[in-house]
């Protein structure tokens, strides 16, 4: 996967990008009468997840002609902006960093927490111990966790600052009341850095899924792991306001495609993984194994297969992923961190609930077949 993903946009470059933005809104239609879309992903085996519907068939079925746009993960949010594409797959984190630029730019509706993708690796003879080691000897995982954290004091951690990456790290400090003085940065592309740690720069590394992987085969240990390190990322349907409202039952459409496709790669996990694995290695240099995809599939990270599981991880808020603790956390971290001027308020820019209520009315909330 990713780097559990988002990098702020220069404010510089959002400006170049808003010269010439769209609104957004009013997707037209081909010559079979299908509505057109076009959408970003990025070449991740998550948010790769919309070829499955390609390969099937099943955007026609739903009425849709859609183009599915690859774009490099910095690069989804200024498209979503200018109007390159009419959606995205990105996640709360890219609402936050850019809606004071352009506040028409919305989260529409989360379908994939990263609950367990980000990993603070370690080395086994480094000196710091695994939040499970100290499981054995704290009174309760809550301890074992802070001793985890404040071990951290004076060390080195190899990380892609202003990033999601940076973000996890940054909270989980801050969570047991240090701050990232405490600690030395080596602030470095993921690849750059999992290569620089393997070599021997730094006491801990924080980096995407790949890189985690990578790291483990080459004997490192995870430290600290997803909802010990901070509330997780919620990948999802990112567009503009005027989309939202104009263009809803294409939107609905492709949601219910996107949770057909989380259903059959449910059932269907070998094939789906194999269709995800082979793109995802044609046009990258992941190496992602379907042994390494099948491990990732509700395990590392969720996925919502219709809309009572979307609500369940996402809007209840006792959820895995409980969407108000993660935009919470996004608005602190790129607001001290000086990314953007001012928070970003959920009521104007987070519209999940509206149109999962319109989604459920729709389609209903318990969908089951692909």
Request: aromatic share 8%; charged share 20%; proline share 4%.
């Amino acid at each position: 996967m990713k780097h559990a993903k988002y990098a702020v946009i220069p404010a510089a470059a959002l400006l170049a990008v808003l010269t010439g933005c769209s609104t957004g809104g009013a997707s037209g239609e081909n010559s079979d009468g299908l509505t057109t879309l076009t959408v970003g992903i990025s070449p991740f085996q998550d948010t790769y997840l919309p070829i499955i519907g390609e390969e099937k068939g099943w955007f026609e079925e739903a009425g849709l002609d859609v183009e599915l746009k690859s774009l490099a993960w910095n690069s989804v949010m200024p498209a979503v902006i200018s109007g390159d594409v009419d959606l995205a797959i990105n996640n709360t984190t890219g609402v936050v960093g850019v809606a004071n630029a352009d506040p028409d730019v919305v989260y529409a509706y989360g379908l994939n927490p990263f609950t367990e993708g980000s990993a603070l690796m370690i080395r086994p003879d480094g000196g710091l111990e695994t939040v499970d080691e100290l499981d054995k000897t704290a009174a309760d995982h809550e301890e074992a966790r802070t001793q985890a954290i404040e071990a951290l004091a004076g060390k080195t951690i190899v990380t892609t600052l202003s990033t999601d990456m940076g973000k996890q790290i940054n909270d989980a400090l801050a969570s047991v009341g240090m701050s990232e003085s405490d600690v030395t940065f080596v602030d470095m592309d993921p690849d750059a850095g999992l290569a620089a740690f393997l070599s021997g720069t730094g006491d801990a590394y924080l980096g995407g899924v790949p890189q985690r992987a990578k790291a483990l085969e080459e004997g490192m240990l995870v430290g600290l792991s997803g909802p010990d390190l901070a509330a997780p990322p919620i990948n999802g349907i990112v567009t503009k306001r005027a989309f939202v409202e104009d263009d809803q039952d294409a939107l609905l459409a492709f949601i219910n495609v996107m949770h057909r496709i989380i259903r059959y790669c449910d059932a269907e996990t070998d094939a789906c993984g194999t269709t995800i694995t082979d793109r995802l290695n044609e046009e990258t240099a992941a190496g992602l194994t379907l042994d390494g995809f099948k491990s990732y599939w509700q395990n590392i990270e969720l996925y919502a297969g219709n809309a009572q599981q979307a609500s369940d991880m996402i809007l209840a808020d006792d959820g895995v992923a409980f969407w108000k603790t993660t935009w919470d956390s996004d608005n602190s971290y790129l607001v001290d961190t000086d990314a953007i001027p001012a928070e970003v308020p959920a009521a104007d820019n987070f519209l999940m609930q509206s149109v999962w209520d319109a989604y459920v009315a729709e389609y209903g909330a318990d969908e089951t077949d692909y």
